[in-house]
Protein backbone atom coordinates (compact mmCIF):
# COMPACT_ATOMS: atom_id res chain seq x y z
CA UNK A 1 0.00 0.00 0.00
CA UNK A 2 1.51 3.69 -0.95
CA UNK A 3 1.65 6.58 1.16
CA UNK A 4 -1.50 7.88 -0.61
CA UNK A 5 -3.47 4.80 0.01
CA UNK A 6 -2.77 4.50 3.63
CA UNK A 7 -3.58 8.42 4.11
CA UNK A 8 -7.03 7.55 2.61
CA UNK A 9 -7.74 4.63 5.04
CA UNK A 10 -6.40 6.60 7.59
CA UNK A 11 -9.15 9.36 6.87
CA UNK A 12 -11.89 6.83 6.18
CA UNK A 13 -11.21 5.48 9.75
CA UNK A 14 -11.04 8.88 11.33
CA UNK A 15 -14.65 9.83 9.52
CA UNK A 16 -16.15 6.52 10.98
CA UNK A 17 -15.09 7.43 14.39
CA UNK A 18 -16.89 10.56 14.20
CA UNK A 19 -19.46 8.44 13.14
CA UNK A 20 -19.56 6.31 16.10
CA UNK A 21 -18.95 9.79 18.13
CA UNK A 22 -22.74 10.50 17.17
CA UNK A 23 -24.27 6.91 17.12
CA UNK A 24 -23.37 5.24 20.03
CA UNK A 25 -23.07 5.90 23.94
CA UNK A 26 -19.90 6.95 25.46
CA UNK A 27 -18.24 3.23 26.78
CA UNK A 28 -19.09 2.18 23.31
CA UNK A 29 -17.69 4.96 21.48
CA UNK A 30 -14.44 4.71 23.34
CA UNK A 31 -14.17 1.03 22.71
CA UNK A 32 -14.65 1.31 18.50
CA UNK A 33 -12.12 4.45 18.90
CA UNK A 34 -9.69 2.56 19.97
CA UNK A 35 -10.78 -0.86 18.21
CA UNK A 36 -10.72 1.64 15.06
CA UNK A 37 -6.66 3.56 16.46
CA UNK A 38 -5.16 -0.18 16.38
CA UNK A 39 -6.43 -0.81 12.68
CA UNK A 40 -4.10 2.63 11.23
CA UNK A 41 -1.26 1.03 13.60
CA UNK A 42 -1.76 -2.09 12.07
CA UNK A 43 -2.06 -0.79 8.34
CA UNK A 44 0.85 1.51 8.97
CA UNK A 45 3.39 -1.14 10.22
CA UNK A 46 2.23 -3.70 7.92
CA UNK A 47 2.08 -2.10 4.61
CA UNK A 48 3.55 1.18 4.65
CA UNK A 49 7.49 0.73 4.05
CA UNK A 50 9.13 2.69 6.58
CA UNK A 51 12.68 3.06 7.59
CA UNK A 52 14.54 1.24 10.39
CA UNK A 53 13.93 3.13 13.77
CA UNK A 54 17.39 3.28 15.21
CA UNK A 55 20.23 4.96 13.63
CA UNK A 56 23.56 6.21 15.43
CA UNK A 57 24.49 9.85 16.32
CA UNK A 58 27.55 10.19 17.49
CA UNK A 59 28.36 6.44 17.70
CA UNK A 60 27.21 3.18 16.97
CA UNK A 61 24.61 2.04 19.77
CA UNK A 62 25.41 -1.80 20.84
CA UNK A 63 23.18 -4.47 21.57
CA UNK A 64 24.15 -8.05 23.72
CA UNK A 65 24.21 -10.16 21.08
CA UNK A 66 22.82 -12.90 23.48
CA UNK A 67 19.47 -11.14 24.02
CA UNK A 68 19.39 -10.24 19.92
CA UNK A 69 19.53 -13.45 18.93
CA UNK A 70 22.56 -14.71 18.29
CA UNK A 71 24.39 -17.79 19.66
CA UNK A 72 27.59 -16.69 21.93
CA UNK A 73 28.79 -20.55 21.39
CA UNK A 74 28.64 -19.57 17.46
CA UNK A 75 29.84 -16.12 17.86
CA UNK A 76 33.13 -17.48 19.14
CA UNK A 77 33.61 -19.57 16.87
CA UNK A 78 33.35 -16.85 14.25
CA UNK A 79 35.79 -14.86 16.70
CA UNK A 80 38.89 -18.15 16.17
CA UNK A 81 38.74 -17.70 12.89
CA UNK A 82 38.86 -14.14 12.48
CA UNK A 83 41.44 -14.35 14.94
CA UNK A 84 43.81 -16.08 12.59
CA UNK A 85 43.37 -13.99 9.49
CA UNK A 86 45.76 -10.80 9.46
CA UNK A 87 44.79 -8.06 11.67
CA UNK A 88 41.50 -6.44 10.36
CA UNK A 89 38.21 -4.10 11.72
CA UNK A 90 35.43 -6.40 11.59
CA UNK A 91 31.72 -4.55 12.17
CA UNK A 92 28.74 -6.12 12.49
CA UNK A 93 25.77 -4.13 12.55
CA UNK A 94 22.34 -6.02 13.15
CA UNK A 95 19.05 -3.86 13.13
CA UNK A 96 21.15 -0.38 13.78
CA UNK A 97 23.01 -2.09 16.80
CA UNK A 98 26.46 -3.02 17.00
CA UNK A 99 27.06 -7.02 18.06
CA UNK A 100 30.55 -7.19 17.07
CA UNK A 101 32.94 -4.85 17.16
CA UNK A 102 36.75 -6.23 16.72
CA UNK A 103 40.06 -5.03 16.01
CA UNK A 104 40.07 -0.94 15.41
CA UNK A 105 36.70 0.18 14.29
CA UNK A 106 38.23 4.27 13.97
CA UNK A 107 41.38 2.79 12.33
CA UNK A 108 41.59 4.95 8.21
CA UNK A 109 42.23 2.32 5.65
CA UNK A 110 42.47 2.73 2.28
CA UNK A 111 39.80 0.83 0.81
CA UNK A 112 40.28 0.28 -3.03
CA UNK A 113 37.96 -1.01 -5.16
CA UNK A 114 35.71 0.00 -2.63
CA UNK A 115 35.47 3.21 -4.22
CA UNK A 116 33.47 2.64 -7.05
CA UNK A 117 30.00 2.19 -4.25
CA UNK A 118 30.77 5.64 -3.22
CA UNK A 119 30.76 7.00 -6.18
CA UNK A 120 28.09 4.98 -7.67
CA UNK A 121 25.50 6.59 -4.58
CA UNK A 122 26.89 10.30 -6.00
CA UNK A 123 25.27 9.39 -9.58
CA UNK A 124 22.23 8.59 -8.07
CA UNK A 125 21.96 11.29 -6.19
CA UNK A 126 22.87 13.84 -9.33
CA UNK A 127 21.08 11.85 -11.80
CA UNK A 128 17.82 12.86 -9.79
CA UNK A 129 19.09 16.59 -9.65
CA UNK A 130 19.43 16.53 -12.87
CA UNK A 131 23.04 16.93 -13.54
CA UNK A 132 23.88 13.72 -14.97
CA UNK A 133 22.20 11.76 -18.10
CA UNK A 134 22.50 7.83 -18.24
CA UNK A 135 22.39 7.40 -21.57
CA UNK A 136 24.45 9.73 -22.72
CA UNK A 137 27.23 8.97 -24.82
CA UNK A 138 31.14 9.63 -23.91
CA UNK A 139 30.95 11.97 -27.70
CA UNK A 140 28.03 13.68 -26.16
CA UNK A 141 29.91 14.05 -23.06
CA UNK A 142 32.84 14.81 -24.78
CA UNK A 143 35.23 12.39 -22.80
CA UNK A 144 38.20 11.11 -24.66
CA UNK A 145 41.18 9.59 -23.18
CA UNK A 146 45.59 9.83 -24.01
CA UNK A 147 46.00 7.77 -26.54
CA UNK A 148 43.02 8.75 -27.90
CA UNK A 149 39.20 6.73 -27.83
CA UNK A 150 38.55 5.08 -31.44
CA UNK A 151 34.94 6.66 -32.80
CA UNK A 152 33.20 3.02 -31.53
CA UNK A 153 34.40 3.08 -28.24
CA UNK A 154 33.21 7.09 -27.84
CA UNK A 155 29.44 5.44 -28.21
CA UNK A 156 29.52 3.75 -25.12
CA UNK A 157 26.87 5.66 -22.68
CA UNK A 158 27.64 6.76 -19.18
CA UNK A 159 25.25 3.89 -17.96
CA UNK A 160 27.24 1.10 -19.72
CA UNK A 161 30.19 2.57 -18.01
CA UNK A 162 28.51 1.93 -14.65
CA UNK A 163 27.50 -1.57 -15.55
CA UNK A 164 31.69 -2.36 -16.38
CA UNK A 165 30.45 -2.77 -20.15
CA UNK A 166 31.63 -0.14 -22.02
CA UNK A 167 34.17 -1.99 -24.58
CA UNK A 168 36.58 0.11 -23.87
CA UNK A 169 39.79 -1.85 -22.81
CA UNK A 170 41.99 1.23 -23.04
CA UNK A 171 45.22 1.81 -20.47
CA UNK A 172 44.43 2.63 -17.16
CA UNK A 173 45.47 4.10 -13.36
CA UNK A 174 45.61 1.55 -10.41
CA UNK A 175 44.19 -2.05 -10.56
CA UNK A 176 45.98 -5.51 -9.59
CA UNK A 177 48.40 -7.63 -12.18
CA UNK A 178 45.45 -10.03 -12.28
CA UNK A 179 42.82 -7.70 -13.53
CA UNK A 180 45.45 -6.19 -16.54
CA UNK A 181 46.14 -9.80 -17.27
CA UNK A 182 42.78 -10.57 -18.24
CA UNK A 183 41.62 -7.36 -19.62
CA UNK A 184 40.53 -7.95 -23.45
CA UNK A 185 42.28 -6.15 -26.14
CA UNK A 186 40.53 -3.32 -27.23
CA UNK A 187 38.08 -3.40 -29.81
CA UNK A 188 37.64 -7.10 -29.40
CA UNK A 189 33.56 -6.17 -27.60
CA UNK A 190 30.98 -3.72 -28.63
CA UNK A 191 29.98 -0.92 -26.31
CA UNK A 192 27.58 -2.88 -23.94
CA UNK A 193 27.99 -6.29 -25.05
CA UNK A 194 30.28 -7.96 -22.31
CA UNK A 195 31.17 -7.68 -19.16
CA UNK A 196 34.71 -7.21 -17.62
CA UNK A 197 35.57 -5.44 -14.57
CA UNK A 198 37.28 -2.47 -15.94
CA UNK A 199 39.53 0.02 -14.15
CA UNK A 200 39.24 2.59 -16.29
CA UNK A 201 35.49 2.39 -16.58
CA UNK A 202 35.57 3.40 -13.24
CA UNK A 203 37.75 6.14 -13.34
CA UNK A 204 36.36 7.80 -16.70
CA UNK A 205 33.37 7.64 -14.26
CA UNK A 206 34.79 9.89 -11.75
CA UNK A 207 35.87 12.27 -14.60
CA UNK A 208 32.91 11.84 -16.12
CA UNK A 209 31.01 12.90 -12.34
CA UNK A 210 33.11 15.69 -11.68
CA UNK A 211 32.95 17.07 -15.46
CA UNK A 212 29.04 17.31 -15.66
CA UNK A 213 27.75 18.41 -11.62
CA UNK A 214 31.22 20.83 -11.53
CA UNK A 215 32.00 19.34 -8.29
CA UNK A 216 34.61 17.20 -6.94
CA UNK A 217 33.95 14.25 -5.77
CA UNK A 218 35.17 14.64 -2.40
CA UNK A 219 33.28 17.95 -1.53
CA UNK A 220 29.98 15.97 -2.88
CA UNK A 221 30.71 13.12 -0.97
CA UNK A 222 31.04 15.30 2.65
CA UNK A 223 28.18 17.54 1.89
CA UNK A 224 25.98 14.41 0.62
CA UNK A 225 26.56 11.77 2.32
CA UNK A 226 29.36 11.62 5.05
CA UNK A 227 27.98 14.78 7.42
CA UNK A 228 24.48 13.71 6.68
CA UNK A 229 25.35 10.50 8.04
CA UNK A 230 27.56 11.36 10.68
CA UNK A 231 30.60 9.71 9.95
CA UNK A 232 33.09 9.98 12.32
CA UNK A 233 36.11 9.40 11.20
CA UNK A 234 35.90 11.00 7.33
CA UNK A 235 37.63 13.85 6.46
CA UNK A 236 38.31 15.62 3.29
CA UNK A 237 42.06 14.99 3.02
CA UNK A 238 41.32 11.15 2.97
CA UNK A 239 40.44 11.07 -0.37
CA UNK A 240 42.80 11.74 -3.02
CA UNK A 241 43.73 11.70 -6.89
CA UNK A 242 46.32 8.97 -8.45
CA UNK A 243 47.58 9.76 -11.82
CA UNK A 244 49.44 8.04 -14.55
CA UNK A 245 53.35 8.72 -13.17
CA UNK A 246 55.88 9.92 -15.48
CA UNK A 247 57.37 7.70 -17.38
CA UNK A 248 54.22 5.40 -16.97
CA UNK A 249 54.23 2.53 -18.96
CA UNK A 250 52.32 2.00 -21.68
CA UNK A 251 49.66 -0.26 -19.77
CA UNK A 252 49.00 2.80 -17.31
CA UNK A 253 48.81 5.69 -19.49
CA UNK A 254 45.61 7.58 -19.25
CA UNK A 255 44.35 10.88 -18.25
CA UNK A 256 41.91 9.72 -15.58
CA UNK A 257 43.02 9.12 -12.50
CA UNK A 258 41.80 7.04 -9.55
CA UNK A 259 39.76 8.49 -6.87
CA UNK A 260 40.87 6.78 -3.81
CA UNK A 261 39.85 6.76 -0.20
CA UNK A 262 40.76 5.93 3.58
CA UNK A 263 37.49 5.38 5.66
CA UNK A 264 37.12 3.66 8.81
CA UNK A 265 34.96 0.51 9.14
CA UNK A 266 32.41 2.39 11.41
CA UNK A 267 32.09 5.10 9.12
CA UNK A 268 32.00 2.23 5.74
CA UNK A 269 29.12 0.67 8.00
CA UNK A 270 26.79 4.03 7.67
CA UNK A 271 27.32 3.99 4.30
CA UNK A 272 25.89 0.43 4.18
CA UNK A 273 23.09 1.45 6.71
CA UNK A 274 21.86 3.80 4.59
CA UNK A 275 21.48 1.33 1.42
CA UNK A 276 19.74 -1.22 3.90
CA UNK A 277 17.23 1.92 4.45
CA UNK A 278 16.72 2.42 0.98
CA UNK A 279 18.87 5.49 1.01
CA UNK A 280 17.10 7.10 3.49
CA UNK A 281 18.74 8.37 6.98
CA UNK A 282 16.27 8.78 10.14
CA UNK A 283 13.70 10.04 8.05
CA UNK A 284 15.49 12.11 5.01
CA UNK A 285 15.85 10.54 1.51
CA UNK A 286 19.51 11.40 0.72
CA UNK A 287 20.21 8.67 -1.69
CA UNK A 288 17.15 8.03 -4.35
CA UNK A 289 15.11 4.60 -2.98
CA UNK A 290 14.59 3.79 -6.82
CA UNK A 291 18.26 3.77 -7.57
CA UNK A 292 19.22 1.89 -4.31
CA UNK A 293 17.24 -0.60 -6.06
CA UNK A 294 18.58 0.25 -9.62
CA UNK A 295 22.40 0.29 -8.48
CA UNK A 296 22.04 -3.00 -6.54
CA UNK A 297 20.17 -5.24 -8.89
CA UNK A 298 22.78 -7.79 -11.09
CA UNK A 299 23.00 -6.80 -14.85
CA UNK A 300 25.93 -9.12 -15.29
CA UNK A 301 26.76 -12.41 -14.01
CA UNK A 302 30.85 -13.07 -12.40
CA UNK A 303 30.76 -16.62 -11.83
CA UNK A 304 31.18 -17.40 -8.27
CA UNK A 305 31.12 -14.10 -7.37
CA UNK A 306 27.70 -13.17 -8.03
CA UNK A 307 26.23 -10.35 -10.36
CA UNK A 308 27.16 -6.82 -10.78
CA UNK A 309 25.32 -3.63 -10.63
CA UNK A 310 25.80 0.13 -10.85
CA UNK A 311 29.81 -0.77 -9.07
CA UNK A 312 28.00 -2.77 -7.03
CA UNK A 313 28.20 -6.48 -6.54
CA UNK A 314 25.44 -8.66 -5.86
CA UNK A 315 24.92 -11.87 -4.02
CA UNK A 316 27.84 -14.47 -4.04
CA UNK A 317 29.96 -15.77 -1.07
CA UNK A 318 28.34 -18.93 -1.25
CA UNK A 319 25.41 -17.70 0.47
CA UNK A 320 21.27 -18.58 -0.31
CA UNK A 321 20.32 -14.72 1.07
CA UNK A 322 20.39 -11.98 -1.21
CA UNK A 323 23.16 -9.55 -0.39
CA UNK A 324 25.18 -6.50 -2.44
CA UNK A 325 28.41 -5.61 -1.44
CA UNK A 326 31.70 -3.12 -1.89
CA UNK A 327 34.82 -4.91 -2.54
CA UNK A 328 38.48 -4.09 -2.50
CA UNK A 329 41.69 -5.11 -3.18
CA UNK A 330 43.31 -6.92 -0.11
CA UNK A 331 40.20 -7.89 2.39
CA UNK A 332 38.23 -4.70 2.08
CA UNK A 333 34.59 -5.48 1.96
CA UNK A 334 31.16 -3.93 3.29
CA UNK A 335 28.37 -6.71 2.97
CA UNK A 336 24.80 -5.90 3.20
CA UNK A 337 22.11 -8.69 3.97
CA UNK A 338 18.57 -7.22 3.64
CA UNK A 339 16.46 -9.97 4.99
CA UNK A 340 18.54 -10.50 8.33
CA UNK A 341 18.82 -6.15 8.38
CA UNK A 342 22.76 -7.02 8.41
CA UNK A 343 25.99 -4.76 7.94
CA UNK A 344 29.06 -6.42 7.56
CA UNK A 345 32.18 -4.62 7.41
CA UNK A 346 35.66 -6.40 7.27
CA UNK A 347 38.94 -4.17 6.37
CA UNK A 348 41.80 -5.96 6.16
CA UNK A 349 44.49 -3.23 7.76
CA UNK A 350 47.21 -3.91 4.55
CA UNK A 351 46.83 -0.97 1.89
CA UNK A 352 47.76 -2.16 -1.55
CA UNK A 353 50.29 -0.08 -2.84
CA UNK A 354 50.05 3.18 -4.66
CA UNK A 355 53.18 2.24 -6.82
CA UNK A 356 53.72 -1.10 -7.72
CA UNK A 357 56.38 -0.01 -10.54
CA UNK A 358 59.53 -1.79 -8.19
CA UNK A 359 57.26 -4.16 -6.37
CA UNK A 360 57.13 -7.84 -8.45
CA UNK A 361 53.93 -9.72 -8.83
CA UNK A 362 55.17 -12.20 -5.99
CA UNK A 363 56.26 -9.00 -3.98
CA UNK A 364 51.89 -8.29 -4.19
CA UNK A 365 51.10 -11.75 -3.83
CA UNK A 366 52.97 -12.29 -0.31
CA UNK A 367 51.14 -8.99 1.05
CA UNK A 368 48.89 -10.19 4.25
CA UNK A 369 45.30 -10.84 2.84
CA UNK A 370 42.02 -13.05 3.05
CA UNK A 371 40.89 -14.73 0.25
CA UNK A 372 37.77 -14.46 -0.92
CA UNK A 373 37.16 -18.00 0.11
CA UNK A 374 38.07 -16.77 3.84
CA UNK A 375 35.91 -14.20 3.95
CA UNK A 376 32.48 -16.36 2.42
CA UNK A 377 33.23 -18.75 5.51
CA UNK A 378 33.87 -16.01 7.89
CA UNK A 379 30.04 -14.91 6.76
CA UNK A 380 28.80 -18.52 6.59
CA UNK A 381 30.10 -18.40 10.19
CA UNK A 382 28.63 -15.59 11.38
CA UNK A 383 25.17 -16.68 9.95
CA UNK A 384 25.02 -19.22 11.49
CA UNK A 385 25.37 -17.56 14.53
CA UNK A 386 22.50 -15.41 14.24
CA UNK A 387 19.80 -17.90 15.43
CA UNK A 388 16.19 -15.01 15.52
Do not use: C
Not at 5 to 22: G, M, P, R, S, T
Not at 46 to 62: L, M, N
Not at 171 to 190: E, I, L
Not at 243 to 252: I, V
Request: hydrophobic content about 40%.
Amino acid sequence: MDDSNFQNLKEFIVEQAAVYNDEVTSKARLKKIIFLFVLIIIFQSGFSQKVASVFPIKEWASANPALTGWSLKKLQLVRKFFDSLPPASFLVIDKGQVVVMWGDPGLRIKISSMRKSLLSALFGIYQYKGNISLDKSLSDIGIDDEPPLTDSEKTATVRMLLKARSGIYHSYVAGTPAMRVKQPDRGSHTPGTFWYYNNWDFNALGTIFEKQTQLKIVNAFYDQLAIPTGMQDFRKKDMYYLYAPTGAFDFEKSIHPAYHFRMSARDLARFGYLFLNNGNWSGRQLVPKEWVRESTTAYSQSGEEGGYGYLWWVNGFDISLKSFSAQGALGKYLIVIPEKQLVVVYLNHTEFPDDTHNLSVDSLKALPTESYEQISHLLRLLLAAKEN
